[in-house]
């Protein structure tokens, strides 16, 4: 059962969080830190990190789905949401893009630093916590880049906003200190998990290994965010994380289980149909023959709907059966898109099901940050960025269908069926996409790299063929993947049509053949910290500023240097 805390903060929702920081480390009800109960404040965390603590839906679809879900070239849009006026085509909306950060701030770093103020709170305790709270801080810096961090949950009518060089210098700091308070119990454990301790987790399997496991990863994966901006800071952190003796996360992905959550995609993709796979993720899969594609996504006719897609003329187009996406920022009328392809979401569970749990991070990740790491000359452990590559390619097969197989999904036996040593030598490249409905949209392939590991490639080459498969490897969890593009612009994406692109004015630095050619870097500040926390919010533009530029959506985050080496 949730604390009287979490449901108070649950109410506060809609409204921000930075500027009345004071009210919120006030709890209405009375209770002290002492009297919430430790497995509360986890179970609020764990839950909101993929932003269902709730158990909605419309968290999820605010504060990921509709930007950076869309972003990474994921998924797309088959509604004509605010009138055909919304994010996909880069009209910026207010109402749905402050929810990142008065969400993560409320409901997972607020019971975390709750959680870290307990006297003589354990080892194991701690260091999950701070995992935990990096694992949600981090999500509201790569979604606006500058964010109020060090002076959160301190109390005061203003808070203010960190750099994102702050931020990251913290974030790994404190998975440091983490990883370290975790490699310590478990040392004085005789190495052993104690899972009567952790009867609460919902995430890594009540495993203190699992965690220091996720710790090491995610601090891995911060590092190489600052591969090219803070390159000596990154390879310190990076390589402790692979030398760590408990090592990487490679046996099993954390993913949030639990028979009373559901996963948010089958009621926004399925049921609402406000959601649809991407023209890319359909493309580039598809160029690769991969399986992958096939265990991930429902066909057009799906669930029993037998609903094809029409062409401009209103003809069935033989489409039943087949996968197809949609490319983003259409401008989207009527039904024409509702029965394209969406991810899959087995009906058998109903909407609250772990038929497909929450995916927080997949265990290829770090094989495929060790293999990125290879290619800069860090010590990630003796092997060779092929074998790490193609080490994360197994891990994904695997993960893939242990997840299908374990939970009876109808596409387990195209998993099986697979080889995956055939997929590792392929050679073949995306293929181009076309629109059945319009043809207005077709557009060429933009990938030219195959899966085969390209031996006599440039640094260059070997990277974006990392990064297309670390990718494939992390559908559907959009954020880690739009930051990714953003920092290596690895895949390619299908731009937006350039007649489509609405952003207002007040949200563009540059050009607009710019921002469709690059895509955005960034969503706005949160719309209300105008008036809730205006002080503060001056001082995350005067960061900005201070780098030459706005509040803008082509406005680059710190890490974000438009080069890789």
């Not at 002290?32 to 179970?43: E, H, I, P, T, Y």
């Not at 200190?177 to 399997?205: F, P, Q, Y």
């Not at 749990?357 to 003796?382: C, D, H, K, T, Y």
Request: charged share 20%; net charge negative; with cysteine.
């Amino acid at each position: 059962m949730k604390s009287a805390l979490l449901l108070s903060t649950a109410l506060m929702i809609g409204t921000s969080c930075t500027g009345d920081f004071e009210e919120i480390n006030t709890d209405p009800f009375g209770l002290s830190d002492s009297q919430v109960a430790m497995g509360d404040l986890f179970n609020e965390a764990q839950l909101s990190v993929f932003y269902n603590q709730s158990n909605g839906n419309w968290e999820y679809q605010l504060i990921q789905n509709l930007n950076a879900d869309l972003y990474s070239g994921y998924l797309a849009i088959p509604t004509a949401f605010n009138g055909g006026l919304n994010n996909d085509n880069y009209y910026m909306m207010n109402g749905w893009n402050s929810y990142t950060l008065n969400y993560m701030l409320l409901h997972v770093i607020k019971p975390m630093s709750t959680l870290m103020k307990i006297d003589n709170l354990a080892d194991d305790f701690y260091g999950i916590g701070e995992i935990l709270k990096v694992a949600g801080a981090h999500k509201i810096v790569d979604t606006y880049g500058p964010t109020p961090y060090t002076e959160a949950m301190q109390g005061g009518l203003s808070v203010k906003y960190d750099s994102e060089e702050t931020c990251y210098t913290a974030f790994l700091d404190e998975l440091a200190d983490a990883t370290t308070k975790l490699t310590s119990w478990l040392d004085s454990n005789g190495g052993a998990d104690d899972a009567s301790r952790l009867s609460w987790d919902e995430m890594c399997g009540k495993s203190q290994t699992t965690w220091l496991q996720f710790g090491n990863t995610l601090r891995l994966r911060l590092a190489m965010r600052l591969a090219v901006v803070s390159p000596a800071l990154a390879k310190q952190h990076a390589e402790a994380a692979c030398s760590n003796k408990y090592g990487l996360l490679k046996d099993v992905d954390v993913e949030v289980e639990d028979a009373n959550t559901r996963n948010p995609q089958a009621l926004i993709c399925r049921d609402y149909n406000d959601c649809a796979i991407s023209a890319n993720y359909e493309t580039i899969l598809k160029g690769y023959n991969d399986p992958r594609l096939e265990a991930t996504v429902v066909p057009v006719g799906w669930y029993g709907k037998k609903s094809d897609i029409l062409d401009a003329s209103g003809n069935a187009t033989g489409n039943i059966g087949s996968i197809k996406g949609i490319r983003n920022g259409l401008s989207v009328d009527g039904s024409n898109y509702k029965m394209f392809s969406i991810p899959y979401t087995p009906m058998s569970g109903g909407p609250y099901s772990t038929d497909v749990p929450l995916p927080i991070m997949n265990r290829a990740e770090a094989s495929f940050l060790q293999a990125e790491g290879v290619l800069r000359g860090w010590n990630m452990g003796g092997g060779t960025a092929q074998s790490y590559y193609e080490e994360g390619i197994r891990n994904s097969f695997e993960s893939v269908e242990e997840r299908a197989t374990s939970h009876n999904w109808l596409t387990a036996s195209v998993m099986q069926n697979a080889d995956v040593e055939v997929y590792i030598n392929g050679t073949t490249t995306q293929i181009d996409y076309v629109d059945p409905h319009n043809s207005l949209n077709n557009i060429k392939a933009v990938n030219k790299v195959p899966v085969k590991f390209m031996t006599g490639g440039t640094q260059e080459e070997q990277l974006e063929q990392i990064i297309t498969q670390k990718w494939i490897a992390g559908f559907p969890e959009g954020l880690n993947a739009w930051a990714e593009y953003r920092r290596t612009g690895y895949p390619h994406l299908f731009p937006i049509p350039a007649g489509n692109c609405n952003v207002q004015s007040e949200y563009l630095g540059g050009s607009t053949a710019d921002l469709v050619a690059g895509g955005i870097r960034r969503l706005p500040f949160a719309y209300s910290e105008h008036s809730a926390n205006p002080a503060g919010l001056q001082t995350g533009i005067d960061i900005l500023n201070a780098r030459g530029s706005k509040d803008v959506i082509d406005a680059r985050i710190w890490w974000d240097t438009g080069k890789n080496f």
